[in-house]
């Protein structure tokens, strides 16, 4: 399981233990990774603003603050289903799969009569996507950006070359159909453009990005913005 996997499951564990909270051990061998690694997951969450808290000595553990759960929401079916296609539009999109599961968790407390107009309406929208990249190259490119590490890839360029480059990832871009990972690449030393459907290979290594900007890419065209909608 890869680590944006792994928080959204324990951000689950967390709401579902409710008040009685959930240790860091039994977490760990949930997920069977080292209690120092869930600490570490722990505090990433709570940075990213999931309020979480905690009890020491025995008996104590981790939760999630009350109002860290979603409360019913009120959606048109047509909203829902919106929500539905465009998730499912975009399957290759960065953090794709965890847009499924908040997409998900947004259906799971609709009122039922919402919710059966909206499975209704969704039978009614038929999506076909072209394949995307293996999960394990997204989730490795997903993860060096989260935690703005370097990633190293084997790429191959247009004219058949393979390289091995690593890359400080600045941003991701969509652009004429293609899904790009916009970075400082250390062997060309400047930033370049990387076809993620090109990279055959990825991971995430322990060295830290060096503080490259979005402002460095350049100005974006006219019709591009952030996906934050504002």
Known sequence: ??????????????????NRGCSAERMAREFGVSVRTVKRDLDALENSGTPIWSRPGPGGGYGLAS????????????????????????????YADLAAAGVRKILDVLD?????????????????????SSRAIRSALEEAMAEQRVARIRYTAKDGAMT????????????????????????RD????????????????????TGHTVEEVGEPPANARPVHGR
Not at 1 to 16: P, Y
Not at 117 to 127: G, K
Not at 177 to 187: D, E, F, S, T
Request: hydrophobic share 45%.
């Open 67 to 94: 109002g860290g759960s979603l409360p019913p929401v009120s959606l048109s079916p047509a909203q829902a289903v919106a929500l539905m296609a465009a998730v499912s539009a975009a399957s290759d999109a960065p």
């Open 112 to 132: 039922p009569r919402t919710r059966a107009r909206a499975d209704e309406l969704a039978s009614r929208v038929w999506v076909n996507t072209p394949p995307t």
């Open 164 to 187: 091995t480059r690593d890359v400080e990832p600045i941003l991701f871009a969509s652009t004429s159909g293609q899904w790009y990972l916009v970075g400082w690449c250390r062997l």
């Open 190 to 209: 400047g930033i370049r453009w990387f076809t993620v459907s090109r990279i055959e290979r990825a991971s995430v290594t322990a060295m830290a990005c």
């Open 1 to 18: 399981m890869k680590r944006t996997e792994r928080l959204h499951a324990l951000s689950e564990m967390l709401r579902r233990s409710g």
